[in-house]
């Protein structure tokens, strides 16, 4: 039962993808052509397939019952789709994508996440992602920059440029701020005080806050824990996680960081305070764990 689940979860997500894609490339080039307003007019309209696309996939999950989400949200009413957040979570699996697409819908515009390069040759979602204007990332280490210092400034420049694109109508931009998903290999190599998360990395948040500060309406930050054990994306299509649990706060960014007009000053308290906020995740996540081990 749970690989026919799965089969059929991934084909109904394909041809809906497909089917997604093609009007939606036929509008990016529509918006290529007009000039000005009237482009980032027709692109916000692009929104809509995107929309469409995760609302699909949220009904599937209830239908199918691929899992079941328990949210813990004190303040969803005070959301709006008519405004701008900047969104951080934690990374275990390929599954958050969904899980958070699913969480946030309706409630927040449409989130688009910093995407690796790499991903943009994936059938008709990578491009779909770059025309609907997801920041594509180089993310270089210190050996390829040093070869190539031009690397150094393309992710700042490729965010910048969502950013400014971000500005014209309300959008939410999500970003993985441990970088990558959490293994206990990873957690390992790194020298840090968290039991269940990697050390947040400030970069891409700080050239978004430095960017979009005064825009940005809240932060929304996302705890995500699979009590049964992190699944792997085609574990979860097939429904063998059968439940997850979100935290969800959404406090104001402090007004002291929003309006710092020195970048390295701004990122330094950013990162003081991102920091805080992962020490009482980590905190929520060894409390939660802690207690249904012992249920």
């Not at 995407?115 to 040759?121: D, F, H, R, V």
């Not at 990332?137 to 031009?150: E, G, L, S």
């Not at 206990?184 to 500060?213: C, D, F, T």
Request: proline content about 4%; overall charge positive; charged content about 25%.
């Amino acid at each position: 039962m749970s690989l026919l689940r799965g089969i059929v979860a991934i084909f109904l997500i394909i041809c809906v993808t497909i089917a997604v894609c093609i009007p939606l490339f036929s509008m990016a080039i529509i918006a290529l052509l007009l000039p000005g307003a009237a482009g980032r007019h027709w692109r916000r309209w692009m929104e809509v397939w995107l929309y469409a696309w995760t609302g699909f996939n949220k009904w599937l999950f209830h239908v199918m019952r691929i899992s079941e989400i328990d949210v813990d949200w004190p303040q969803i009413d005070e959301m709006s789709t008519n405004k701008w957040y900047l969104v951080i979570s934690n990374h275990r699996s390929w599954a958050d994508i969904l899980v958070l697409q699913t969480v946030l819908w309706n409630r927040v515009p449409q989130i688009k996440f910093f995407t690796k390069e790499q991903l943009i040759w994936i059938p008709f979602i990578g491009v779909g992602m770059y025309v609907l204007g997801f920041p594509y990332v180089k993310r270089a280490t210190k050996d390829q920059i040093a070869r190539n210092p031009d690397l150094k400034g393309a992710d700042r420049d490729s965010i910048r440029s969502a950013c400014t694109r971000f500005r014209f109508y309300p959008s939410t931009l999500l970003n993985f701020i441990e970088g990558t998903r959490f293994t206990h290999e990873k957690h390992g190599r790194q020298r840090n005080n968290y039991r269940n998360l990697l050390n947040p990395k400030i970069g891409g948040l700080s050239y978004v806050v430095a960017e979009m500060g005064t825009t940005l309406h809240r932060l929304i930050d996302i705890t995500i824990i699979y009590p049964g054990g992190v699944p792997t994306f085609w574990e979860f299509l097939q429904g063998k996680c059968r439940r997850v649990l979100v935290y969800v706060d959404a406090p104001d960014l402090p007004a002291r960081i929003r309006s710092e007009r020195d970048e390295r000053e701004q990122r330094r308290m950013l990162a003081q305070w991102i920091e805080e906020r992962w020490r009482d995740k980590d905190e929520r996540m060894t409390r939660v764990v802690g207690t249904i081990r012992a249920a």
